[in-house]
Each structure stands twice: as C-alpha cells, then as structure tokens.
C-alpha cells in the first residue's frame, strides 16, 4: 500500500556531510510523524531523529547539533542533513514514516530499505 525509497547514502571522510532523503508513495491519505533510524553492526536500531506533522523535532543526543531532520509534505519526503559525520555515525539508516492510508484510514508506520552510511576516519 506504501512504498518508501531512500537515497543519499555513501562513502564519506570525517567531518564531511550527507544528506539522505526518503519519498513515500501509494495509498496515502496523510502522514504523521517521519523519522530517521540506524543500526550499525552488532547494535540495536536507534532512533536518530523524528519530525512531527507540526515539524516538531527530536534528536538523539549523539546527534544535536550535527543532523537536521526536514519533511517536505507536499513531496511525502523527509529529509537528514548530516554535518560534521564523525566515523561513530556509521550504520544502516532507515527511514520510518507514520502514514494514515487512504483505504481504511488506519494509521501504521512504515520503513525504508536502508541505505548505508560509512564515514572513515
């Protein structure tokens, strides 16, 4: 019913910048919250950032100051603008979104594949 494409993912040295974004797609009705997850090998999934409907945000404390959540409503695309990367910040980052869909009108959070940022020192 919803699909999530992620991209902006890579390769990038310490104190370089990325940026990753994440559409979403299908039987959309409206979106809640939109955030950004990560894992990195041998570690749970954490939340790094979330955007409210009303663009109120929250970070993970590793991560304030450095990343910047953004959500453009009329694309369904959240965005993770990410400075100041430090080696730490390599994972597997996974978009979620909270998505009303058009059909029933439930409310369910879906994710993304996953796209992977590594930094090297």
């Known amino acids: 019913q919803v699909q999530l494409v992620e991209s902006g993912g890579g390769l990038v040295q310490a104190g370089g910048s990325l940026r990753l974004s994440c559409a979403a797609s299908?039987?959309?009705?409206?979106?809640?919250?939109m955030g950004w997850y990560r894992q990195a090998p041998g570690k749970q999934r954490e939340l790094v950032a979330v955007?409210?409907?009303?663009?109120?945000?929250n970070y993970a404390d590793s991560v304030k100051g450095r990343f910047t959540i953004s959500r453009d409503n009329a694309k369904n695309t959240v965005y993770l603008q990410m400075n100041s990367l430090k080696p730490e910040d390599t994972a597997s980052y996974y978009c979620?979104?909270?998505?009303?869909?058009?059909?029933?009108?439930?409310?369910?959070?879906?994710w993304g594949q996953g796209t992977q940022v590594t930094v090297s020192s």
């Open positions: 299908g039987s959309i009705f409206s979106i809640n919250a």
């Open positions: 955007i409210s409907s009303g663009d109120s945000t």
């Open positions: 979620m979104v909270i998505v009303v869909v058009t059909t029933t009108r439930d409310s369910d959070d879906y």
